[in-house]
């Protein structure tokens, strides 16, 4: 089994593959090939002299298909179980501590990552007050699953188990969300339409959707924003969804609608 492993995964190192279908990838063939300890197991049971190694291997083979069940329900649902052990084997191992150290970190400070659309002067920025309908809704909720999938985005609170999480809770007063500080969106663009201010997004250029309606820009109307200013899109960031926080014994999980922050570069028409 470790070898169709090693050679699927020099396979897919010649590709440029996302790291969630290689788990996939992995996960069927694991499955496949963790049959073989099951007929070594029973060939062994047959015979009294080797009913040792039978039992050795059939152990082997229920341990390795309880975490094969966990990688399908995690790569192919992108949802997590109350049995899923493998937070604690990782902790017990050691993890990458420097990463989750950092992660910690970064969350503490409350720091979005990611690129913006440009390079702006940041006293020519202004956030946005923006609306989302229930059609725009839908469309960002479909992007966010479409992320997840893609393994873009992960809902995993960046690796952080409860006690990380516990400690950014209660340094930060504010609750964790499960996709970190912010996420900035792949592809975001402003549209004029009439009086109004709609903020496109998607995967990329050829693939946007509505997804929120700009109401004011920093305390101006939009109207007179547009009348007055030259403006476009800096950063759109994700927040929202499942989130832990704060409660009396201990973290609360809750799920909120996803929302987006949104800043506007802007220049006088004057200038």
């Known amino acids: 089994m470790l070898t169709l492993l090693d050679l699927l995964n020099r396979l897919l190192g010649y590709f440029n593959i996302q790291d969630k279908a290689k788990g996939r990838a992995f996960t069927i063939v694991a499955f496949a090939a963790n049959f073989y300890l099951l007929v070594v197991a029973i060939m062994n049971l047959r015979y009294a002299n080797y009913r040792i190694y039978g039992i050795v291997f059939l152990i082997s083979f229920l341990v ?11 790569y192919f649902t992108d949802k997590q179980v109350p049995w899923d052990i493998s937070r604690k084997v990782e902790k017990l191992l050691g993890g990458d501590k420097a990463h989750l150290k950092e992660t910690e970190n970064q969350l503490k400070h409350q720091a979005p990552l990611g690129a913006s659309n440009g390079l702006f002067a940041s006293d020519k920025l202004l956030p946005a007050t923006v609306s989302i309908s229930p059609a725009q809704r839908e469309n960002l909720t479909a992007l966010v699953d479409t992320l997840v999938q893609q393994g873009s985005l992960s809902l995993n609170y960046q690796g952080l188990d409860d006690a990380m999480i516990l400690r950014v809770a209660q340094e930060t007063k ?8 912010g996420f900035e969106l792949p592809f975001f663009d402003l549209q004029a339409r009439d009086s109004t201010l709609v903020v496109l997004g998607g995967l990329n250029a050829l693939q946007v959707s509505e997804l929120a309606t700009v ?29 832990k926080q704060l409660g009396r014994r201990g973290l609360i999980t809750k799920r909120l609608p996803y929302k987006l922050v949104v800043q506007l570069a802007y220049t006088a028409k004057n200038e």
Do not use: W
């Open 64 to 74: 390795l298909f309880y975490f094969i069940v966990i990688n399908f329900i995690y």
């Open 174 to 181: 504010q609750p964790v969300q499960a996709l970190g500080s």
């Open 215 to 243: 109401e004011r820009v920093g305390l101006m109307p939009v109207a007179a924003a547009q009348k007055d200013f030259s403006l476009a899109l800096a950063h759109v960031f994700l927040t929202g969804g499942e989130e």
